[in-house]
């Protein structure tokens, strides 16, 4: 009966191609050390590193093999034994499952010997691999003859090549453990190759405890020419006091407990519920992602701050070297177990997508060029967030899906305690009537020309000149810009477009998803009615598209429709039936109620703050359990003529340290939030109608807003 064959490429097939990068090679070497309970590897290059030619030695101090551990499993590709023994002896969640970690070395070089032994035994296993034989494509797995020999200790004694490598880095020789040698590498390192490997490794082990206790230790050991960057892996210690910091850890539930630490006050606590729309929960509330840890050190990189930092710290390094170094380092990284996920937190890798989010908000977010972070998850508390085959990543999922959302709610926490910080910091506003261009003036230095060279007339001849070029110019920019006056709130323009565009959008998709599922059910005609009732929602944020869009018109010369007679209640309940799947989705309870009055308004613009509002309240319902959401709508008529809509929920209420901070455009308590929602809703009350906006006290125990119309109504 015929079984696979397969042929001796097999393994370079998998220790080069499954292994993306040198810098990975070594990582699963170390990684190897690791789960055989090292508490140091040290990696020791030497000779010319030069493709062909040099050698790495990879030696730790762990469990090491008998000559039965090396032939049953240690040779055995692909074995199980990792995955049958998930710990090790000192309590170690091992890292290594697929058995295939250690065919890395394939990546590095030509041949490989492995000497080892097991703490306590008399005799010492050796093992000789010529990985080149593995890359001729006629031979067959079977027919590669490897060396094993099992002998009595030598090289783990005075004298031996173990011993020797253990005094070469100036630490006590350990008389047990594994030693690998790699000979004759399969590319040229370089100095840039070298700090890129030291940078990596420097991040490879998760930071120390709060005691700063590690039990792992990495010692990267050089030839002569790259002395300087030989000796034990540490981070910067530039780096390990930031300004900001937040720490903590997140439950299986999403409780976040956190310690949050910012200028000027001492560490506090914080508790908040993450992933507040259960976006990302099982059936029993649990998050997908499962429990993990985070610790996110923070730094505001404009030269004030960094010289103030330098100052504090001690720190002889200019505000581009501290770039530098930031940007080595930024970047959140992942670590399971205590050892990194490749590439979370690699140079350019914004997983978070922190870059493209602080767009939409830059007074606010932070970018991923601001944060050294690491959040921590295990094997057995993470089951579903699992590597890629190539050790790049983890699979997509929901898992990691809420574990990526998970973690940017809590950056959101402490983005608002840095802006909250940065606003009772900030200094008085520039004097009115320092204009833009007084700094654009060379007076003083055509006076000390003049001075100087009296009697130079070509030099005061071309200064007089350039006095008179510098002077038109400026003339003529601030004509062009006194011409362009009213454009001054085009950015603020443009980002309500956006704001409100996306929102409709989004809306507009979400009823045509419902649409497309009632159509696709429908048999006969039975549910045409209700088809009919979506299309028309749809036709009705059509029209609100129109309306958003006439908003530019002045700036193109056309008139803007006027407001006209509508019923208050009816319109409000239009608007509610946009979001009326979503609440139902949620299970939220909406109703309307309170005074009808005919009104002269436009449409659109009460549809756009019942919209801006009740999303609010549906999103923060959330929170809350089921069968405790609802949200009142109520119109009433004041004592002073004005009319009023108050949207009353029953979510968790508007904190009170950010009560004065949720009117300001941009600022935004929702991870993602654009921050300009109650800003748009405010100044669209104020100028059309002469009204306000105003936070006040909920009936039903959460947020309640009061929109006040004082005008046409």
């Known amino acids: ?5 397969p042929r001796a ?29 090292a508490s140091c590897v040290v990696l020791c290059f030497a000779g010319e590193l030069r493709e062909g030619h040099g050698g790495l030695a990879v030696l730790d101090d762990g469990s090491g093999m008998t000559a039965e551990t090396v032939t049953d ?77 099992e002998r009595a200790t030598e090289d783990f004694l005075e004298g031996g090549r ?108 914080h508790q908040v519920e993450i992933d507040r729309n259960a976006h990302h929960r099982d059936a029993e509330g649990a998050l997908a992602s499962g429990p993990f840890s985070i610790d996110l050190r923070v730094y505001d990189r404009d030269r004030d701050a960094i010289s103030h930092l330098s100052a504090e710290g001690g720190l002889n390094l200019s505000t581009k070297q501290f770039r530098d170094l930031l940007d080595q380092r930024a970047g959140v990284s992942v670590y399971r177990d205590g050892f990194r996920v490749l590439p979370f937190g690699e140079r350019g890798d914004d997983w978070l997508t922190l870059d493209a989010r602080r767009v939409n908000n830059p007074r606010m977010r932070l970018s991923n060029s601001q944060i050294i972070g690491s959040v921590g998850i295990s094997a057995d508390e993470n089951p579903d967030l699992r590597d890629q085959t190539n050790r790049e990543g983890l699979l997509q999922g929901p898992a990691y899906d809420g574990l990526r959302d998970a973690v940017t709610e809590i950056i959101a926490e402490l983005e608002m305690a840095r802006r909250d910080q940065r606003k009772r910091e900030s200094g008085p506003e520039e004097p009115r009537g320092r204009g833009l261009f007084d700094e654009i003036d060379i007076t003083d ?56 565009g996306q929102s409709s959008v989004g809306r507009i998709r979400r009823v045509t998803r419902d649409a497309d599922r009632v159509l696709a059910g429908a048999e006969a005609c039975e549910f045409r009615d209700e088809a009919t009732s979506l299309v028309s929602t749809v036709d009705k944020q059509a029209d609100y598209l129109a309306q958003l869009f006439k908003r530019i018109a002045p700036f193109g010369g056309r008139r803007r429709g006027r407001p006209k007679k509508v019923s208050m209640i009816e319109t409000i309940n239009s608007a509610v039936d946009v979001l009326a799947s979503r609440a139902a989705r949620i299970g939220a309870d909406v109703t309307v109620g309170g005074v009808d009055e005919s009104v002269t308004l436009d449409p659109a613009e009460l549809q756009e703050v019942v919209i801006n509002l009740l999303d609010n309240s549906l999103y923060w319902l959330q929170q809350v359990p089921k069968g405790a959401r609802y949200v009142e709508l109520k119109v009433e008529r004041m004592e002073d003529g004005a009319l009023a809509l108050v ?4 979510g968790p209420g508007v904190p009170l340290e950010i009560r004065e901070s949720i009117f300001e455009p941009y600022f935004s308590s929702k991870p993602d939030g654009g921050g300009l929602g109650l800003a748009i809703v405010g100044e669209r009350v104020a100028d059309a109608y002469g009204g306000a906006l105003d936070l006040v006290e909920s009936r039903l125990g959460g947020a309640a807003f009061r929109v006040t119309f004082r005008r046409r109504v």
Request: aromatic fraction near 6%; charged fraction near 30%.
């Open 73 to 149: 499993i240690w040779l055995e590709i692909a074995t199980p034994h990792r995955v049958r023994t998930r710990t090790t002896p000192r309590g170690r969640r091992v890292l290594g499952e697929k058995g295939i970690g250690r065919f890395a070395a394939a990546r590095l070089a030509d041949s490989m010997t492995l000497i080892s032994r097991k703490w306590g035994e008399p005799n010492e296993v050796e093992v000789g691999v010529d990985w080149r034989q593995f890359r001729d494509p006629d031979v067959y797995l079977d027919q590669v003859d490897l060396d094993v020999t």
């Open 9 to 37: 490429r097999l393994l370079h097939t998998i220790g080069t191609e499954l292994i993306s990068s040198e810098t990975v090679a070594v990582v699963e070497l170390v990684k190897n050390a690791y789960d055989a309970d």
């Open 162 to 269: 173990v011993a020797a490598l253990w005094t070469q880095v100036d630490l006590p020789r350990r008389s047990g453990g594994t030693l690998l040698l790699l000979e004759g590498l399969t590319r040229s390192w370089e100095e840039a190759d070298i700090l890129a490997l030291r940078r990596d490794l420097s991040r490879l082990i998760a930071p120390p405890d709060a005691d700063g206790n590690q039990d792992f230790e990495i010692v990267l050991d050089l030839p002569e020419q790259f002395e300087a960057l030989a000796g034990p892996i540490e981070p910067p210690t530039e780096l390990m006091n930031p300004p900001y910091r937040l720490s903590g850890s997140v439950s299986a539930h999403g409780t976040a407990d956190l310690e949050i630490t910012i200028p000027g006050r001492p560490p506090y606590q």
């Open 647 to 650: 949207i009353d929920d029953s």
């Open 1 to 5: 009966m015929p079984t696979l064959r």
């Open 445 to 500: 230095v055509a006076e000390a020309v003049r001075r100087s060279h009296p009697n130079d007339r070509a030099l005061a001849a071309v200064v007089a000149n350039a006095e008179r070029r510098i002077s038109a110019g400026v003339d003529h920019v601030r004509e062009v810009l006194a011409r362009y006056q009213r454009l001054a709130t085009l950015g603020r323009l443009v980002d309500e477009v956006v704001h409100d």
